[in-house]
């Protein structure tokens, strides 16, 4: 993900401890990646971490003095208390690996090191990243650390599971360094869409002729994945319904596969009760094979043509349920951008639409930039060239913000 947001981390400030487990060999790609978004990031190592990995690699990374002794005088102001100077700063504090010692102490306040006065001086908002051998995470006493932790309003990111460097498998992995990286991006992001719910649709859909043939098009899921990641570091509660896609979607989305047009009305129609916004983002297919054939068409069936139907047109199929929730349409358009837009959103009922100029370089499908309109029933609101995808995501949602 790294600088992706669209929003500028740059002013942000990461104080960034690592205590000694394993998963430190991991810091200095956080480092790489926090840095990569903008972010200042002031590492604090603890006496165990530093047998890891090497001060000199944190500080090289991070352009900065690494802070590892509560009674060093590495501030540039020599008189600064350095854990209170230190807790001051930061935006947010991220411990990476997090042992289970350290949650321990996290959750019952001691400070017997300088990352832990620390944590304890600070107030800003603290995501910890456990990483430990399987059976120490799901000890019942590291399990009531956590839970203490978390009813404080400690962030704490799951980790992953799978090989651990113990020798076990299992959960305690500490999650890969592109992980923590969006969950810190996500933390330091302007929460102005909390408390909205977002039902986006994207990627195209595939209309089965065969076992081996289908109808599709040329989405990519592009500018919905785009949609996807600036709504949940936005703060909104997002379900994505998606056709089939080559892309990973945000983590913090939850997300439902379908194939076909028909399999994704049906979706949105299951989901769209919870949703105060409709983003249809998707490149539905508009004409579906009239059959299916369940054995493999051959050569020799001599094939002239293949019936079609008109898909189910989703938006207008909806109308009915739309109540005071806000739809957003997209549209493809190699002509008459506005006026097909215009007559597409009237005739779909949206509250707004974003018209793209396909045809061209750097717009449309498979390009990580758009031009085209964004259209309300009160006008264009603007009229953007070769914007990227996620820049124009975010520019979408804050005029949808603005209308919610
Ligand atoms: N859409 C839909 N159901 C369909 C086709 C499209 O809900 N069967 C939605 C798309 O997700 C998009 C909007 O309608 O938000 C406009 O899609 P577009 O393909 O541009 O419009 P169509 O109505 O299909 O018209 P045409 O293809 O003739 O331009």
């Not at 209170?84 to 306040?109: H, M, S, V, W, Y």
């Amino acid at each position: 993900m790294g600088n992706s947001t669209g929003e500028d981390l740059g002013r942000k400030t990461v104080v960034f401890g690592i205590t000694g487990g394993i998963a430190a060999y991991k810091a200095p790609l956080i480092v790489r990646g926090l840095t990569g978004a903008g972010i200042e990031v002031h590492a604090v190592m603890t006496d165990s971490a530093r047998e890891f990995v090497t001060p000199l690699t944190l500080q090289t990374l991070t352009g900065r003095p690494v802070h590892t002794d509560m009674f060093s005088t590495v501030l540039s102001n020599a008189y600064e208390v350095e854990h209170i100077a230190l807790a001051d700063r930061a935006d947010l504090f991220l411990i990476a690996p997090a042992t289970a010692n350290c949650i321990a102490k996290l959750a019952q306040g001691i400070a017997d090191d300088l990352l832990l006065c620390t944590v304890l001086a600070s107030k800003a908002p603290v995501l910890v990243c456990p990483s430990m051998n399987v059976n120490m995470l799901s000890n019942k006493a590291t399990q009531d650390n956590l839970e203490i932790l978390r009813k404080r309003g400690v962030h704490i990111l799951e980790p992953a599971v799978g090989e651990l460097a113990c020798g076990w498998e299992g959960a305690g992995r500490l999650p890969e360094p592109q992980r923590i990286v969006a969950e810190v991006e996500r933390l330091l992001f302007q929460q102005d869409l909390e408390g909205v719910s977002v039902l986006i649709t994207c990627g195209p859909t595939c209309e089965d002729i065969d076992p081996v043939r289908f109808i599709t098009n040329r989405s990519t899921g592009r500018m919905g994945s785009a949609l996807i990641e600036a709504a949940c570091l936005r703060g909104a509660r997002v379900k994505v319904i998606s056709g089939p896609v080559n892309i990973d979607y945000a983590p913090w989305a939850e997300v439902v596969m379908v194939r076909c047009a028909h399999q994704m009305f049906t979706a949105v129609q299951e989901n769209l009760q919870h949703a105060d916004v409709l983003i249809m983002a998707a490149a539905v297919a508009d004409y579906v094979p009239s059959t299916y054939t369940d054995a493999k068409i051959k050569k020799g069936d001599k094939l002239s043509s293949i019936a079609l139907n008109p898909s189910v047109d989703i938006l207008s199929a909806i109308k009915p349920m739309k109540e005071d929730r806000f739809f957003v349409g997209f549209a493809a358009e190699t002509e008459n951008l506005a006026d097909s837009a215009k007559d597409k959103m009237e005739r779909k009922g949206l509250d707004m639409i974003v018209a793209n100029r396909i045809g061209q370089t750097g717009s449309g499908f498979a390009s990580d930039t758009n031009s085209g309109i964004v259209l309300t029933p009160e006008g264009i609101l603007d009229d953007f060239e070769q914007m990227d995808k996620v820049t124009l995501a975010h520019k979408i949602l804050d005029f949808i913000r603005e209308r919610v």
